[in-house]
T-cell receptor, first 112, second 111 residues
Framework: QKEVEQDPGPLSVPEGAIVSLNCTYSNSAFQYFMWYRQYSRKGPELLMYTYSSGNKEDGRFTAQVDKSSKYISLFIRDSQPSDSATYLCAMSTNQAGTALIFGKGTTLSVSS | ETGVTQSPTHLIKTRGQQVTLRCSSQ?????VSWYQQALGQGPQFIFQ???????GRGNFPPRFSGLQFPNYSSELNVNALELDDSALYLC??????????FGNGTRLTVT
């Protein structure tokens, strides 16, 4: 079993849809949870950062962490074609910037 | 604010050769990390440098080595290249324990 599992998709939705992206993990020591967006031929770009459990909202994006279920989610409201990218979840145990463990990434396509 | 910059953007090497990749950290960041991203996979942690010392390493062999310089720029060196080393190599910087900011990577092809 891999430490972090993420469905690679691809996921295709129409413009304006609500998108739900998820990751599960096995290491209960993870405390820092990140979502990165990666466009083709670019590096990952930090979208959301959450420490421990709970919800965090930033514009159209909401990140949720459920440590009891070892499950994290990213919701995108009113999806746009510009949201088409690969979304990577990442986690770490002692600091948000140290030794991140990434999922494989989910490829999202939003059609207009 | 200048982001993380990496050079070169693309590189082709032959099996058995050595390669050096370079990275300039985001302004004000004192920690630099390197990740390897194979096609269709998430990035994998190679190592991290803080104050010119390696202070964390992933599951990579010793032929992967690095340096951090006083201006916080960094190099990744890979010796005795293997075909499986073909990947996107990502440099990331941070300040203290803050989340990482990535560069756009160097695409290495080993033939």
């Amino acid at each position: 079993q891999k430490e972090v599992e993420q469905d690679p998709g691809p996921l295709s939705v129409p413009e304006g849809a609500i998108v739900s992206l998820n990751c599960t993990y096995s290491n209960s020591a993870f405390q820092y949870f990140m979502w990165y967006r990666q466009y083709s031929r670019k590096g990952p770009e930090l979208l959301m950062y959450t420490y421990s459990s709970g919800n965090k909202e930033d514009g159209r994006f909401t990140a949720q962490v459920d440590k009891s279920s070892k499950y994290i989610s990213l919701f995108i409201r009113d999806s746009q074609p510009s949201d088409s990218a690969t979304y990577l979840c990442a986690m770490s145990t002692n600091q948000a910037g140290t030794a991140l463990i990434f999922g494989k990434g989910t490829t999202l396509s939003v059609s207009s | 604010e200048t982001g993380v910059t990496q050079s070169p953007t693309h590189l082709i090497k032959t099996r058995g050769q050595q390669v050096t990749l370079r990275c300039s950290s985001q302004s004000g960041h004192n920690t630099v990390s390197w990740y390897q991203q194979a096609l269709g996979q998430g990035p994998q942690f190679i190592f991290q440098y803080y104050r010119e010392e390696e202070n964390g390493r992933g599951n990579f062999p010793p032929r992967f080595s690095g340096l951090q310089f006083p201006n916080y720029s960094s190099e990744l060196n890979v010796n005795a290249l293997e075909l499986d080393d073909s990947a996107l190599y990502l440099c990331a910087s941070s300040l203290g324990g803050s989340p990482l900011h990535f560069g756009n990577g160097t695409r290495l092809t080993v033939t």
